[in-house]
């Protein structure tokens, strides 16, 4: 995969086994970058690029997930966990056994119900159509430890849901590089290669240190690509 922008004759390469990093020296461009990504506009942005796969196609700019608000994570956001409910239940319905276990518990929680209600003077009752999706949603169904765990952790959870949820997704990161040591660092870039997620940090400040994982492209003030 590449991202490429347009005027500035810049290509990054997002290859398999690494990590990328673009790191761009002019804050003006720096931010014209992050709006076009934030924008998901590609071509169109204010800062035209593409996305492009191995074979040079263009690929939906959509299919980036650009964080650009560290130190939180969009771990509970809309788009991610409903794909999160719609992934659960195909493991449902692909496994047969789980599948018919869980309506049963769900006739029997049903039926438990009802023996509750009939103290009632009305008549009332549960929903004949149940389905493990309004259930995951009822009892917010997520990531766990939330806000009990490290920057760190969360990042890695976060990694591990868009495995989950978005596989073909480019996960960028905006200025990720100050939040976290050079060994949290070389641990989240090994978890990225790991779980197979695309991983592309963007960052404004210069950084000496060499990661064995990572692929660095410079955009310098002069708008020359090293």
Not at 106 to 125: C, F, K, P, R, T
């Amino acid at each position: 995969m590449r991202l490429r922008f347009i005027r500035l004759d810049c290509d990054v390469l997002i290859a398999k086994g690494k990590v990328s990093t673009l790191e761009v020296h002019n804050e003006h461009v720096f931010a014209r970058m992050v709006r076009a990504l934030i924008s998901a506009s590609g071509k169109y942005a204010m800062e035209p690029y593409l996305l492009l796969d191995a074979n040079d196609k263009a690929i939906r700019p959509q299919s980036a997930i650009v964080v650009n608000s560290l130190p939180s994570l969009p771990l509970q956001d809309r788009n991610l966990v409903a794909r999160l409910y719609k992934r659960v239940v195909q493991l449902m319905e692909s496994d047969a056994t789980k599948y018919t276990r869980l309506h049963e518990l769900a006739a029997q929680l049903e039926n438990e119900v009802s023996q509750i209600a009939e103290g009632l003077w009305g008549d009332y009752g549960l929903a004949s159509d149940w389905n493990l999706e309004a259930y995951l949603k009822a009892f917010k169904f997520s990531s766990s430890g939330l806000g009990e765990d490290s920057l760190l952790d969360n990042c890695i959870k976060f990694f591990d849901l868009c495995v989950d949820v978005a596989p073909d997704s480019l996960v960028i990161l905006v200025n990720s590089k100050s939040f976290f040591t050079q060994e949290e660092l070389a641990i989240l870039f090994d978890h990225a290669v790991f779980c197979g997620v695309d991983l592309l940090l963007i960052e404004s400040w210069p950084c000496d240190t060499v990661y064995e994982l990572e692929c660095k492209t410079v955009l310098d003030q002069h708008f020359l690509v090293m």
